[in-house]
């Protein structure tokens, strides 16, 4: 029987996902390359270590160490640009809702993210008190496709995997949820994510009770 939602944050519940892109891509363009929206598919939900890595290999980069730290956290800076524009006004359709419903009918719930500004925007957002637990980028060791976020996160909670919906908009995050145990539903197309159970395009196109009643 499910017991818990286990969140992504950027791409589920906010409209960050579009930003990391902006960044990274102001990022490759500084290198003199750039990405496409397809290539972007492979960055999201992996973390920032990892998806330097890959715009590096797809812009024929080298650099030394001190110049990836530096690139990082130039990104990070132009991501915060972006991100200081946000307010609780700006969750994706329907997501803020179902969130207030499914703590309503007593789900637990977890943010499972690859963000180490997660609860910087959770904040932003005003939905902190909605998360009995928060696992992000300062937690785990293991970026997705690895599961150890949301395996904390269910841990967290007290329980099994088996008990624990993901909600994820990444193809990393999806092969995280699965190998990890969990149901999960994917907000995007089966084209773009495959492998999920279900698949919306916002949370506001299901509610807590429908997903409790199919998975
Ligand atoms: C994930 C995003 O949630 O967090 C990725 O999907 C991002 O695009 C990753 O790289 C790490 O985020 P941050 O905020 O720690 O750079
Ligand atoms: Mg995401």
């Known amino acids: 029987m499910i017991k818990g939602f286990l969140f992504d944050l950027d ?22 390359g750039d990405f496409s929206k397809a290539q972007n598919e492979q960055l999201k939900g992996v973390s920032r270590v990892d998806s330097l890595t890959k715009i590096l290999e797809w812009t024929g980069t080298t650099v030394t160490e001190e110049e990836f730290k530096a690139l990082m956290e130039l990104k ?18 329907g997501a803020v ?24 925007i959770l904040d932003k957002m005003n939905l902190l008190p909605l998360f009995d637990t928060i696992i992000d980028g300062n937690n785990v060791v293991n970026g997705k496709p690895h599961p150890e976020v949301f395996l904390k996160g269910a841990e967290a909670l007290g329980l ?12 990393a995050g999806v092969q995280a949820a699965k190998s990890g145990g969990m ?4 907000i995007g197309t089966p084209e773009v994510l495959g492998g999920a159970d279900l698949y919306f395009n916002a949370l506001g196109e299901t509610s807590p009770e429908e997903l409790l009643r199919a998975l």
Not at 83 to 88: A, E, F, G, I, N
Not at 183 to 186: A, F, H, K, N
């Open 11 to 32: 791409g589920v519940i906010v409209d960050t996902a579009v930003f990391h892109f902006q960044a990274w891509r102001r990022i490759a363009q500084k290198l003199g």
């Open 76 to 93: 990070n800076e132009w991501y915060l640009e972006l991100v200081t524009r946000l307010s609780d006004k700006d969750g994706l359709p």
């Open 97 to 120: 809702d179902f969130l207030h419903h499914a703590k309503a009918r007593g789900i637990a719930i977890a943010l499972g993210s690859a963000s180490k500004n997660a609860v910087l």
């Open 160 to 171: 099994s995997p088996a008990e624990c919906i993901v909600f994820e908009d990444s193809i």
């Open 183 to 186: 149901s999960c539903v994917g």
